[in-house]
């Protein structure tokens, strides 16, 4: 564990902000056009349902914290939000629980395997690693309050309706294909639970995790749900305090180190900006303090990340300056040796 000495410190912010209205308006249409007629990537149908997805689908939305919109292309075509709902479930879980017990019982290293690995509950004697893959995410479904799996999905189900400002709901068809189909989850909880790790039935509680991935978002949901990360909690255009801003900030970290399954470094290194991804063709990527890009397109690249969602992001990320690694020589400093 790395060594912290932080009580009583108090957190300070490291952020600027984005440039105008008008030019980010520019910058979203720019970032869509540019990549709309990208044609690679391969539509997933693991779940049978997925595979029905038009590969044409492209929307692109950006919400900033002062509560500014910007939605491009198909950026209100809802689709199932499947793994982006782990962050937002995981912010629930360190919300109710708080940032050591989660850590401990979900972790929050990168595992390096593929998201529904099973191979890294068992070289890890059982431990899920981080909750961005789908054995960490079952565990932390597990914590949500409620003595029933009808109230451990209902606080669910409107937790993430504060975060997207708007009551979401449940995709029937998606989730009876994905229910059908989902012996490989329901294999993930009986192991969690062999090892100890997980409480009660865990097919009720896998059952609970196939609900959340089933919910039905837009881009322009996922950008207002990641701008509430990106505005230490509240939601910018509700005002609800959703979460506390050290929620964002602990949710944030292991989506930057785990949004993007095993491509998590990769996508660091050449984009800077945490993101999370889903199979339907999601991805939500956060700037603390400044604003969320949601993205949507269902063709996929071999690690399940939607590859025109991607472009568009890593245009915007370099354009409107989201990288968090990002910096400049400050102006009037003497560069001699
Ligand atoms: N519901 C999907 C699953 O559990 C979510 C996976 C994903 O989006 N990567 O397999």
């Not at 401990?104 to 890294?120: E, K, M, Q, R």
Request: proline share 5%; charged share 15%.
């Amino acid at each position: 564990m790395i060594p912290t000495d932080l009580v009583g410190v108090v957190q300070q912010v490291s952020t600027g902000a984005l440039p105008g209205w008008d030019r980010v308006d520019e910058l979203v249409h720019e970032a869509h056009h540019r990549h709309m007629a990208d044609q690679s990537g391969t539509v997933a149908d693991y779940i049978p349902i997925l595979g029905a997805a038009d590969p044409a689908l492209f929307g692109l939305a950006v919400v900033d914290v002062t509560g500014g919109v910007h939605d491009a292309g198909d950026a209100l075509h809802p689709f199932s939000i499947q793994s982006i709902s782990k962050m937002f479930v995981y912010a629930l879980a360190i919300q109710e629980h708080g940032h050591e017990r989660v850590r401990d019982i979900v972790g929050v290293n990168n595992t390096g395997l593929p998201f529904n690995s099973v191979v890294a509950l068992e070289l890890n004697a059982g431990h899920p690693m981080n909750p961005m893959v789908n054995a960490g995410a079952i565990a932390t479904t597990a914590l949500m309050p409620g003595t029933t799996p009808e109230e451990k999905w209902e606080r669910i189900r409107t937790g993430l309706s504060a975060f997207a400002g708007r009551e979401l709901t449940l995709d029937d068809e998606v989730y009876h294909s994905e229910a059908e189909t989902n012996q490989r989850n329901e294999g993930l909880g009986s192991l969690l639970s062999s090892y100890g790790r997980l409480e009660g039935d865990s097919d009720a509680i896998v059952d609970i995790y196939t609900r959340q991935c089933a919910l039905n978002v837009t881009a322009h949901d996922l950008a207002v749900m990641g701008a509430t990360l990106a505005d230490g909690g509240v939601n910018p255009v509700t005002g609800e305090q959703v979460v506390s801003a050290d929620v964002c900030r602990d949710t944030l970290a292991v989506v930057a180190a785990s949004g993007l399954y095993e491509r998590s470094g990769e996508w660091l290194f050449e984009i800077g900006i945490p993101a999370k991804s889903g199979v339907s063709g999601g991805i939500v990527a956060v700037s603390p303090g400044k604003g969320a890009a949601g993205a949507f397109s269902p063709p996929l690249d071999s690690a399940g990340n939607s590859v025109r969602s991607q472009l568009a992001i890593g245009y915007l990320s370099r354009a409107l300056g989201l990288n968090l690694f990002a910096s400049a020589p400050r102006s009037g400093v003497a560069t001699e040796g």
